[in-house]
């Protein structure tokens, strides 16, 4: 999937998908664990990002 086709998740969406709370997922941001971009005064996450954070996850839990 290219960049330009990816998809974007908000930070509730990918709150959700982690099951983790609002604050945990800006500090993921916030610490560069997790891509994201602003698109105005929104925060969006690509769906790739939280794979790959998934994917490093597991890797460090190993």
């Known amino acids: 999937m290219t960049t330009a086709t990816a998809e974007l998740l ?3 969406e ?3 998908r982690l099951k ?3 604050s ?3 500090d993921l ?3 560069r664990r997790l891509v ?3 698109i ?3 925060r969006r996450v690509p769906a ?3 794979r790959d954070f998934i994917d490093n996850q597991i890797e460090e839990a190993a």
């Open 14 to 16: 990918v709150m959700a």
């Open 29 to 31: 941001i916030r610490s």
């Open 48 to 50: 790739d990002a939280v």
């Open 40 to 42: 105005g005064r929104s």
């Open 36 to 38: 994201s971009l602003t």
């Open 24 to 26: 945990t997922v800006y």
């Open 20 to 22: 983790l709370g609002r």
């Open 10 to 12: 908000t930070v509730p």
